[in-house]
């Protein structure tokens, strides 16, 4: 037979054994196909197989093909992390940020958490990928790390790399885009934290570092830097920031004195993001203009939807989630991720309609929600609230799913439902 091939964004991808099991990427079919690549000499199998789980996990969500090939395509996806051409490299790493978004299981979760840490933060200095090594590191610390010093380990990996506590005003060793993707990455990760969690030993030069951050001459770097800012200052906790609050003061003495410096910072950062670029700000077409209403007028985010059901984000936190998925997954993918996935219900409180492709009409109870308004990760246990409903929710579902799918059978010759 003749080899096929197709396509994939960037990619033609052969299927040399002319097998018409591979024209497309359903479960079953990749499962062949991986053993089939498996078997052969591994330098040819990542252009091969990598495109198709990355396909298969971008836009199908293929939760069982996960489940049955987890620790294999873990294992594959490493090794061409570790020493892998730059285009296996690139695809390796997005399939770990994705399959970090699609596993459903807490153990699968902390066990690619564990494997991927050290492989991700030894690679993110050796120069090359590094924005696909950010991008997918602060995926794998989002969605699968359960506890904060689990959170705060990839932070500060981040915050090593940006060199940010160092004497120089502002590190240099890294291009304006790399810059730009470590500030973004480690703000999207302080949005899981509560704040009497954080480790203030770590960050109190962060305000301080973000704000000589602002003069930088590249537009996205400082609007990393700025959005990073509003975070810290929603959190309103400056003492785990900043070294300029004396904490040996008496409570009363060091609540007075944070109200002042609060001010005080917040129009100095202001004032920078104002001369940053004067004229666009007065004509409302300034990159941060929203971070400077903040910082001027205590005015939130402006609220904005997302989905048939409203999803409405009104915090900094909410916004740099939604807005590091939407840079890295686009924006009609991340509407699908947040509307289908259960576990985003729970970070972005969204309950989407139940969706019957036969239309045949179920009796299926309203289906509960353990529903958050604000999502954090905490110190949890084994046993903790949110591991226990993730695991009811996940076998709930699969009965109304097969509930869903044994309806096509109940239906006789005159297609009247039997059940």
């Given at each position: 037979m003749k080899a096929k091939r197709f396509h994939y964004p960037g990619y033609d991808i052969i299927d040399d054994y002319g097998d018409d099991q591979f024209e497309t990427t359903s479960p079953k079919k990749l499962d062949a196909y991986l053993e089939k690549i498996l078997s052969k000499k591994k330098r040819f199998a990542g252009k091969e197989l990598l495109p198709l789980i990355v396909e298969a996990l971008n836009n199908e969500l293929e939760l069982k093909f996960v489940e049955n090939n987890l620790f294999t395509v873990l294992g594959f996806c490493l090794q061409f992390i570790?020493?892998?051409?730059?285009t296996e490299r690139q695809l390796?790493?997005?399939?770990?940020?994705?399959?970090?978004?699609?596993?459903d299981n807490e153990d699968d979760a902390r066990e690619l958490y564990r494997s991927s840490l050290a492989v991700l933060s030894e690679t993110l200095n050796s120069g090359t990928e590094t924005l696909k090594i950010l991008d997918s590191l602060a995926m794998i610390t989002f969605f699968c790390a359960?506890?904060?010093?689990?959170?705060?380990?990839?932070?500060?990996?981040?915050?090593?790399f940006l060199d940010a506590d160092s004497d120089n005003e502002v590190a240099r060793k890294h291009s304006s885009a790399v810059l730009a993707a470590a500030i973004s990455a480690w703000s999207f990760l302080l949005t899981t934290m509560e704040t009497w969690r954080l480790n203030e030993e770590h960050w109190q030069g962060a305000i301080s570092y973000f704000t000589n951050v602002l003069e930088e001459g590249d537009e996205s770097v400082h609007v990393a830097a700025a959005e990073a800012l509003a975070q810290i200052f929603e959190i309103d906790c400056l003492k785990k920031f900043s070294t300029l609050v004396d904490c040996s003061l008496c409570e009363e003495d060091r609540t007075l004195m944070e109200g002042l410096l609060k001010e005080e910072l917040k129009n100095?950062?202001?004032?920078?993001?104002?001369?940053?670029?004067?004229?666009?700000?007065?004509?409302g077409t300034f990159a941060n203009l929203d971070v400077l209403n903040y910082f001027e007028n205590g005015t939130a985010p402006e609220a904005f939807t997302i989905g048939e059901d409203g999803l409405e984000l009104y915090t900094w936190s909410q916004v740099l989630r939604v807005n590091f998925l939407k840079n890295l997954l686009g924006e009609d993918r991340v509407e699908?991720?947040?509307m289908e996935k259960e576990y985003l219900h729970y970070i972005f409180s969204v309950r989407p309609t139940t969706f019957n492709p036969s239309n045949v009409e179920l009796y299926i109870p309203f289906r509960e929600e353990a529903t958050v308004r604000y999502f954090y990760k905490t110190a949890m246990s084994p046993n903790s609230?949110?591991?226990k409903k993730r695991t009811q929710l996940r076998n709930k579902?699969?009965?109304?799913?097969?509930?869903?799918?044994?309806?096509?059978?109940l239906d006789n010759d005159d297609g009247i439902q039997l059940a």
């Amino acid at each position: 037979m003749k080899a096929k091939r197709f396509h994939y964004p960037g990619y033609d991808i052969i299927d040399d054994y002319g097998d018409d099991q591979f024209e497309t990427t359903s479960p079953k079919k990749l499962d062949a196909y991986l053993e089939k690549i498996l078997s052969k000499k591994k330098r040819f199998a990542g252009k091969e197989l990598l495109p198709l789980i990355v396909e298969a996990l971008n836009n199908e969500l293929e939760l069982k093909f996960v489940e049955n090939n987890l620790f294999t395509v873990l294992g594959f996806c490493l090794q061409f992390i570790i020493k892998g051409p730059s285009t296996e490299r690139q695809l390796a790493l997005n399939a770990l940020g994705l399959l970090a978004m699609t596993i459903d299981n807490e153990d699968d979760a902390r066990e690619l958490y564990r494997s991927s840490l050290a492989v991700l933060s030894e690679t993110l200095n050796s120069g090359t990928e590094t924005l696909k090594i950010l991008d997918s590191l602060a995926m794998i610390t989002f969605f699968c790390a359960n506890y904060s010093n689990e959170t705060e380990e990839p932070m500060k990996i981040i915050w090593t790399f940006l060199d940010a506590d160092s004497d120089n005003e502002v590190a240099r060793k890294h291009s304006s885009a790399v810059l730009a993707a470590a500030i973004s990455a480690w703000s999207f990760l302080l949005t899981t934290m509560e704040t009497w969690r954080l480790n203030e030993e770590h960050w109190q030069g962060a305000i301080s570092y973000f704000t000589n951050v602002l003069e930088e001459g590249d537009e996205s770097v400082h609007v990393a830097a700025a959005e990073a800012l509003a975070q810290i200052f929603e959190i309103d906790c400056l003492k785990k920031f900043s070294t300029l609050v004396d904490c040996s003061l008496c409570e009363e003495d060091r609540t007075l004195m944070e109200g002042l410096l609060k001010e005080e910072l917040k129009n100095t950062i202001a004032e920078k993001l104002k001369a940053r670029d004067e004229d666009s700000a007065r004509q409302g077409t300034f990159a941060n203009l929203d971070v400077l209403n903040y910082f001027e007028n205590g005015t939130a985010p402006e609220a904005f939807t997302i989905g048939e059901d409203g999803l409405e984000l009104y915090t900094w936190s909410q916004v740099l989630r939604v807005n590091f998925l939407k840079n890295l997954l686009g924006e009609d993918r991340v509407e699908k991720h947040i509307m289908e996935k259960e576990y985003l219900h729970y970070i972005f409180s969204v309950r989407p309609t139940t969706f019957n492709p036969s239309n045949v009409e179920l009796y299926i109870p309203f289906r509960e929600e353990a529903t958050v308004r604000y999502f954090y990760k905490t110190a949890m246990s084994p046993n903790s609230f949110i591991a226990k409903k993730r695991t009811q929710l996940r076998n709930k579902q699969r009965l109304i799913s097969e509930a869903d799918k044994a309806s096509h059978f109940l239906d006789n010759d005159d297609g009247i439902q039997l059940a």
